[in-house]
């Protein structure tokens, strides 16, 4: 519609189909509407018919991964394969594909990170088509990190009164880390206890 033509024209184009005579100058403004509007194609028709795949695309920092999130990612796994789901995991990093771009070509309908998305990541998401994003930046009303909340919530639940937070002394860690703390923070705030002892540790 932005682009003044028909579906089938838009179709002839983006798929590059031989054998229809389409006029330069249209070619180039559809090309030029859909890198305005940030369209992607996608690749499975079948998904599009359903309204949603079965791909759920797990977005992996670039960080040293042990056996913690090694673990985290095969019962992630694990679980969505009960649902009927396929787990596919993407290495963020500096010189890595767009998380949109790997998220349009697999054609995910779910996409999660460890760590929460920015804004401008959320929309690029939405627009390479999936359907939910987790987690998306925590506005300023919530009260902290929810996955620091719920750990420090099941210590407390145990009758722990004295909590301890470990802070990775891994730069690219941190930010992760430091949500975490918010929240457990909170949980400690709210249950009428002292706030966590922070100390440092190290990946050596």
Do not use: W
Request: glycine share 8%; aromatic share 4%.
């Amino acid at each position: 519609r932005a682009a003044g033509v028909s579906q089938t024209t838009v179709s002839f184009v983006l798929n590059d189909k031989p054998g229809h005579s389409i006029p330069e100058a249209t070619r180039l403004r559809i090309l030029e509407v859909a890198r305005e509007l940030d369209y992607r194609p996608h690749a499975s028709a079948a998904a599009l018919a359903a309204g949603r795949s079965d791909i759920v695309l797990l977005s992996v920092p670039d960080l040293p991964i042990g056996g913690a999130i090694s673990r985290f990612i095969e019962e992630m796994a694990s679980a969505l394969a009960e649902e009927g789901l396929a787990l596919v995991t993407h290495l963020a990093g500096a010189h890595g594909r767009p998380l949109a771009d790997v998220c349009a070509t697999v054609n995910a309908s779910v996409v999660i990170g460890l760590t929460p998305f920015d804004e401008d990541t959320v929309q690029a998401l939405y627009r390479a088509g999936a359907d939910v994003v987790l987690p998306s930046r925590f506005s300023h009303e919530d009260a902290g990190n929810p996955v620091g909340r719920i750990q420090a919530g099941h210590l407390i639940s145990r009758g722990h009164r004295r909590l301890g937070y470990a802070m990775p002394a891994h730069p690219g860690l941190l930010e992760m880390a430091e949500d975490r703390l918010e929240g457990t923070a909170q949980a400690c705030a709210d249950a009428g206890l002292e706030p966590p002892l922070v100390l440092s540790t190290s990946l050596e």
